[in-house]
Nanobody, 121 residues
């Protein structure tokens, strides 16, 4: 089993920034991809970004259209700490959602409990 503990969500004004963190523990050997998904009220859970153990990143197309990669949004990973980060800048109210950490190990997906991000206008 893999346990995921998320932190860093909260309430921020439009234009503000947040950094989400997700630390993995437990049976962590063999973890390939770590990432973030988000789910707004009444909508499905969608990928935001993911990163492999080698540092390759994948940003959702919707994110690419909404954020400037590396300036407004960056996913990063500290393999030594088994932690993945999501830095988001220039946040807008439409970014309000529950953000979930995801880890893929083999064919199994592990999920964090979710952290609420609320962006006020």
């Amino acid at each position: 089993q893999v346990q995921l503990v998320e932190s860093g969500g909260g309430l921020v004004q439009a234009g503000g920034s947040l950094r989400l963190s997700c630390a993995a523990s437990g049976s962590i050997s063999g973890i390939k991809t770590m990432g973030w998904y988000r789910q707004a009220p009444g909508k499905q859970r969608d990928l935001v970004a993911a990163i492999t153990s080698g540092g390759s990143t994948n940003y959702a197309e919707s994110v690419k259209g909404r954020f400037t990669i590396s300036r407004d949004i960056t996913i990063s990973r500290d393999n030594a700490k088994n932690t993945v980060y999501l830095q988001m800048n220039s946040l807008k109210p439409e970014d309000t959602a529950v953000y979930y950490c995801n880890v893929k190990k083999g064919w199994i997906d592990y999920w964090g409990q979710g952290t609420q991000v609320t962006v006020s206008s």
